[in-house]
Nanobody, 121 residues
Framework: QVQLQESGPGLVKPSQTLSLTCTVS??????????WKWIRQPPGKELEWIGS???????YYRPSLKSRTSISRDTSKNQFTLQLTSVTPEDTAVYYC?????????????RGQGTQVTVSS
């Protein structure tokens, strides 16, 4: 059973950088085929794919967020991280890390419980 757990600050000020870490257990982030994703759900809106990092370390980003997004990984810790720069209140959402394929969709088979991130001064 794969388990994912998000961690990071719940409150970020406008213009600052949002940083979240996903710790994976029960499976390796280097296992062939799967991508490891960040998705979010703003209040009253649908799930939105932010970006992914593949089992081989290749990254994919949502075009509208690409200039502000960076996803990296630490294979020794079986973790992957999200950094979203220059945040605004529109980035307020529940953020989830997940495993799934294809890499550029919100589709997943395992997902963390989610963490609320609020952008506010």
């Amino acid at each position: 059973q794969v388990q994912l757990q998000e961690s990071g600050p719940g409150l970020v000020k406008p213009s600052q950088t949002l940083s979240l870490t996903c710790t994976v257990s029960g499976g390796s982030i280097t296992t062939n085929y799967y991508s490891w994703k960040w998705i979010r759900q703003p209040p009253g809106k649908e799930l939105e794919w932010i970006g992914s990092i593949s089992y081989s370390g290749y990254t994919y980003y949502r075009p509208s967020l690409k200039s502000r997004t960076s996803i990296s990984r630490d294979t020794s810790k079986n973790q992957f991280t999200l950094q979203l720069t220059s945040v605004t209140p529109e980035d307020t959402a529940v953020y989830y890390c997940a495993r799934g394929a294809p890499a550029t969709t919100v589709e997943y088979d395992y997902r963390g419980q989610g963490t609320q991130v609020t952008v506010s001064s």
